[in-house]
């Protein structure tokens, strides 16, 4: 952003004046009416970003991050995410499967050991379960309860979702970690 001597906002991208304000996390972006551009603090307008790719995925913004973060991670593939609902007692979950190339499953003892560093962490123990589904290997990331589905409560569902955005973070801290090569 420039600002003029009138004290108006100007695009860096197209010079238009025609500026919204938007807050994030208490951060300020600013966005062109005219061109798209959005600016301001660098992690708010990665979250925008995010929000309008889950939008085009079809995805909750809340656990986006996570897939992003695991899509990363060579021959994964995401297939479904949700971010859960607390008031009807539905757990988040992630399922992916992985390519079948030379090593692709290495990237999964790694995400495994990325989860059991993060458990220190998250208000919930994830689990990572695999299945075999529609002819391919398919793995589900999800939060392990100790009672069955029904008998959660909202605020169980509500921790879980917490989980998604510091399990994000942690996996990609961990991708640029010497281990994880």
């Not at 009138?6 to 238009?16: I, Q």
């Not at 970003?49 to 913004?61: L, N, V, Y």
Request: proline share 4%.
């Amino acid at each position: 952003m420039r600002k003029e001597s009138t004290a108006t906002l100007e695009c860096s991208e197209c010079g238009n004046d025609s500026m919204t304000v938007r807050k994030v996390r208490g951060a300020r972006v600013f966005e062109c009416q005219f061109c798209g551009a959005l600016e301001g603090d660098v992690a708010a307008v990665r979250e925008v970003h995010q929000e309008r790719d889950a939008a085009r995925r079809g995805m909750d913004p809340l656990v986006y991050p996570l897939v992003e973060a695991l899509e990363r991670m060579p021959h994964l593939r995401v297939r479904e995410a949700s971010a859960g609902a607390s008031e009807e007692c539905i757990p988040p979950y992630v399922q992916f499967h992985v390519e079948e190339r030379n090593g692709a499953l290495r990237h999964i003892e790694r995400l495994l050991q990325s989860l059991e560093m993060s458990h220190r962490r998250t208000r919930r123990i994830w689990a990572l379960e695999a299945h075999y589904t529609h002819s391919e290997l398919r793995f589900a990331l999800r939060p392990r309860f100790m009672k069955p589905v029904g008998d959660l409560d909202p605020d169980e569902i509500r921790d879980a979702q917490l989980d998604l955005r510091l399990l994000a973070e942690r996996l990609e801290r961990d991708m640029g970690l010497s281990w994880w090569a």
